[in-house]
C-alpha cells in the first residue's frame, strides 16, 4: 500500500508492507537517492541485531556505501551529546551534501536522524525507515528533534523525509506495552477525524492485537493517512496540525510528572484523550458518549483511560500551562465534538478543567 503526501511542489511516498526492507534499495532509487551516493544508517541497540545487517547488505550489493551508527535505546539519545557524537561520525564517514540518512527505528531514532540530516551540511536527505507502531506518528510530517535538558523537542526543524519505507514485519519483535503505545497514537488519528475507523478499530481489536499482517497495514495507512492529510493543510503547524494534539496536553503533563517512566507517551496520552473527552462534555461541547466510547476503544487495545495513581490535578494544571502548547497563560485545548470530531478550544476555564480532574483523581 502507498500513500503520498503532498507538500506544495514536493511530495513524498509512504509506503506499507511486509519486507519492505528487502528491497530498500528499489524503492530509494525511485525516490532519486542514487547507487552512487554514501548512505548512513542510523539505528538504536535493540533494532541493529534484528535489522541492519541484511538492510546493509541488501543495500550494499546494490552499490551503495554504506555506514551505519546505532546509538542507545531510549529518549536519553536525542540529546545534544548524541547529536555531536552522529555528527562526527558522518564527517568522519565523509558524507557530503548528495549523502543521504537512514532513520531505521522507532521514534526516537527518527526524530534524532531527521534532526541530523536538517543539519548536516545545511540539510540532506533523509528516508524514515520505522520500526516501531508508534512511528507510524513520528515518521510523517516533518517534525525532527532533539531534546534539551529543560524541555523535550526543543532542538529541531521542519525536514520533510524523501521517503517513509513501512516493513510492518518489523513490528514482530516490537514489545507488547510498545504496541500499545503505538495503538494510542492509531486510535488517536481516527478521534480526530474518522469515525468509521474508529468503529473498523473496534471491531478488528483481536486481529490487530495479533499484528496480523493485513489489518496492521491497513491500521497504519489509515493512521498515516489521517496524519499526512492534516499536514499537507499545514506543513508548520499554522492552525490545523494542531489537532493532531489530542490528549497531548494533558498527556505531556502526566509524562513530565510520572518522570517520563512510569507512563509511556502512549499511556499517557490514552488517559489523556479520555480526560479532554470527559472535559467536553462537562463543558457541553462534546455529544453525550464521546467519554465512554474513547475509553471504551482505547481499553480494548490494553491501554490505561483512568486517572494516574496519585497524582495531584493542581500538579497537573500546572505542568499544562508550562506545556509549550498554551498561549498567553490562558489554555486551549484540543476537545472532541463527537468520535471522529475533534476542535481546539480556546481560553478554557481552568475551574472546569481543575474540576473535571479532581473527579477523574
Ligand atoms: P522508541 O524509538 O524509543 O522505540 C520504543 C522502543 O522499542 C525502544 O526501546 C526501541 O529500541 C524499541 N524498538 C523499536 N523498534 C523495534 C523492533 N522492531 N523490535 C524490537 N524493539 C524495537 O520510541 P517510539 O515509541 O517509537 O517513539 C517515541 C519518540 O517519538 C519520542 O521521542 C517522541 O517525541 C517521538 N515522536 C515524534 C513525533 C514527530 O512528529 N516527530 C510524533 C510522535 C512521537
Ligand atoms: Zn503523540
Not at 492534516?230 to 513530565?256: C, K, M, P
Not at 472532541?336 to 480532574?357: C, F, H, Q, T, Y
Request: with cysteine; aromatic share 6%.
Amino acid at each position: 500500500q502507498t500513500l503520498k503526501v503532498e507538500l506544495g511542489e514536493r511530495s513524498y511516498p509512504i509506503l506499507i508492507g511486509e519486507h519492505l526492507l528487502q528491497r530498500a534499495s528499489d524503492q530509494l532509487q525511485e525516490v532519486g537517492i542514487m547507487s552512487k551516493s554514501k548512505l548512513m544508517i542510523i539505528t538504536d541497540q535493540h533494532v541493529a541485531p534484528r535489522y541492519l545487517a541484511s538492510l546493509q547488505a541488501e543495500l550494499e550489493a546494490a552499490g551503495y556505501s554504506v555506514v551505519a551508527k546505532v546509538i542507545e535505546p531510549g529518549e536519553q539519545s536525542k540529546s545534544l551529546a548524541v547529536y555531536e557524537n552522529v555528527m562526527t561520525e558522518a564527517i568522519k564517514a565523509g558524507l557530503d551534501r548528495k549523502s543521504a540518512i537512514l532513520a531505521l527505528g522507532g521514534g526516537v531514532v527518527g526524530d534524532l536522524a531527521g534532526f541530523v540530516a536538517a543539519t548536516y551540511m545545511r540539510g540532506i536527505d533523509f528516508v524514515q525507515m520505522p520500526t516501531s507502531l508508534l512511528a507510524h506518528d513520528s515518521s510523517v510530517g516533518g517534525k525532527v528533534a532533539i531534546n534539551h535538558p529543560l524541555g523535550k523537542n526543543l532542538i529541531g526543524a521542519f525536514h520533510q523525509p524523501k521517503a517513509v519505507i513501512y516493513d510492518t514485519a518489523t513490528l514482530q519483535t516490537l514489545p507488547k506495552r510498545e504496541i500499545a503505545a503505538g495503538f494510542a497514537e492509531v486510535i488517536k488519528h481516527g478521534l480526530i477525524a474518522d469515525e468509521t475507523f474508529v468503529t473498523w478499530l473496534e471491531q478488528e481489536a483481536d486481529r490487530l492485537g495479533a499484528l496480523e499482517a493485513d489489518a496492521i497495514a491497513k491500521a497504519i495507512y489509515q493512521g498515516c493517512r489521517v496524519k499526512a492529510a492534516i499536514v499537507s493543510a499545514d506543513e508548520t503547524e499554522q492552525g490545523q496540525r494542531a489537532l493532531l494534539n489530542l490528549g497531548h496536553t494533558f498527556g505531556h503533563a502526566f509524562e513530565a510528572l510520572s518522570s517520563y517512566s512510569t507512563l509511556n507517551h502512549g499511556e499517557a496520552i490514552s488517559i489523556g484523550m479520555c480526560v479532554a473527552a470527559r472535559l467536553a462534555e462537562r463543558i457541553g461541547f462534546a455529544k453525550s458518549g464521546t467519554y465512554a466510547r474513547t475509553a471504551r476503544v482505547l481499553g480494548l487495545y490494553h491501554l490505561p483511560t483512568t486517572w494516574p495513581a496519585g497524582m495531584s490535578p493542581d500538579a497537573v494544571l500546572e505542568a499544562m500551562k508550562r506545556d509549550k502548547k498554551t498561549v498567553g497563560g490562558k489554555l486551549a485545548l484540543i476537545l472532541p465534538r463527537a468520535i471522529g470530531s475533534v476542535e481546539v478550544v480556546k481560553e478554557i476555564d481552568e475551574n472546569d478543567i481543575l474540576s473535571v480532574m479532581r473527579e477523574e483523581a
